[in-house]
RNA sequence: GGCGGCGUAGCCAAGUGGUCUAAGGCGAAGGUCUGCAAAACCUUUAUUCGUCGGUUCGAAUCCGACCGCCGCCUCCA
């Protein structure tokens, strides 16, 4: 299987440090607020990454942290008079819905910033024992001239990123690169105990903190979002080799953007969608189908046309699934294996995921495969039990365990939940034209069904309502 | 200014030297099936891959120039 290597801008070949186990650390969430669209399509190809290396028999300990104290959270605390910590236990517990519902895997551990301050405070003291980092005044700043393959990862070149930088000068700072690993507190702010004073963690210590704490030194590989290459991951690179002397990341995997009328979808920008907005319009199989349909590096346009061809296609797949299980739950008999080589499909799954995630190839090969059994179905050819158990494997090895664009547990689609509603009020507009013909055996007929399926209609004088059982 | 990415059918999007007269999805047209539908299946829908040159026996794929779009360089998935 290869995997494209920020690092070294090719492919390369990926062989755990460890095999078959697979250390994977994926930069998550700062809770402030809910995540949108954009950044949900990070998390659904970590966990199809994820999901592959399991699929492939790797095992994977993934962890995703949680940023838990920072200058937003801090703010938004402070804008609703509510504690840091109600705001982060807020938004923590919705991001965890969210990702459930959008049929993420749960990680391995959520580390969260907050609950490993005695392991950032570790790290820096390492680091500035060993002279990368220097203290001013209770805040304590990364000394990038002291790492000499900062720039490394994102390409940048010093002197460049100095001569354009737009940071504000910071008299503290020896170079204004340097970047802060630990923040002297503020009145009112929350704050920790230090051998510098009290004060809180930078941004940036925290991932090299929690990946060494319950990764190791090397971990495998290490994802996020595009924006992130630079500077937090370069940073992170800084942190944690300067303090460990060893090589910090073996593959690094990074996410195109989610973009809105082709620009980058983003909180700053406003133009952003809410994963929870979006999950109450379409299905999550249709979400994760429209991000599957392209490659994971590449930008991807958000829309409501596009994410509705998705649901189509989602329908599509739901249906194939559906008429599986209905095919199954018929009497079968022993013999009537059609001449059908499911191994050939699997192989083209694999070939195309091996190729750094080719999920729009994998998707059309699922897509050729319903395709392929929907003809065998068709003919009348008498097929088995164990032809239609081997087609439903497939499908949930494939589409659902890996894709997550089926779901053979739940074949309806929120879509569909949410049509519910309008299909009842269709069949008592129709009953109300009924008793008005005075055809009210038609009429007792669609009460009587509809109570058996636990909708019980009520006729008052200003209109037919109803309650569900 | 530096670094990186992108431009393939009506739309989305794989493919990155020959099997490409280019996968798959959505849409559209016609057909099979059906009482009519739905679902499913079949056929059609790019001789062409931003433009112009070049390399090559051969290019959507490599090289150069140009045009257009986007991202990072500040918090951001």
Redesign the pocket.
Known sequence: MKIYNTFS?TKEEFVPLNPPNVSFYV????VYDY?????????VMADIARKYLEFKGFIVNFIMNI?DI???IIKKSINEKKSTREIADFFTAAFKEDLKRLYIKPATLHPKATEHIEDIVLMIKQLIEKGYAYEVDGTIFFDISKFKDYGKL????LE??E??????INENKRN??D?VLWKKAKENEPEWDSPWGKGRPG??IECSAMSCKHLGETIDIH??????????HE?EIAQSEAANGKKFVRYWM???????Q????????GN?FTTREILSKYSTEAIR??FS?????????F?E??L???E??A??IR??A??INEELSKDLQEDGYPDFKIKSFYDEFTI?MD??L?T??A??????F??????V??SGTKVNSKFLEDVKKFMKDTAQNVLGIVNFEKLTSNKKEALDDKLIEILIEIRQTLKKEKNYQLADIIRDRLNELGIVLQDKKEGTSYIRK
């Open positions: 801008k930069c998550g969430p700062t995540f949108h669209i954009g950044n949900a399509r990070s998390f940023t920072d200058d937003k994102s390409g940048k070149n460049e990123l001569a354009g930088s737009r940071i504000d204004p690169l970047f941004w940036h994802a996020g979002g595009n924006d992130l290459i630079f500077p937090h940073n990074h996410f195109g953007f989610l973009n809105f082709n620009e980058k979808m983003s909180k700053s920008l952003f189908l429209f349909q392209t490659h994971y590096r590449g930008p991807l346009n829309s046309e596009l509705a061809a998705a189509k296609g329908d599509k249906n194939f559906l008429r195309a190729d750094d080719n729009p190839q998707v059309a090969t699922i897509f050729n319903m395709r392929e059994v929907n003809k179905l068709d």
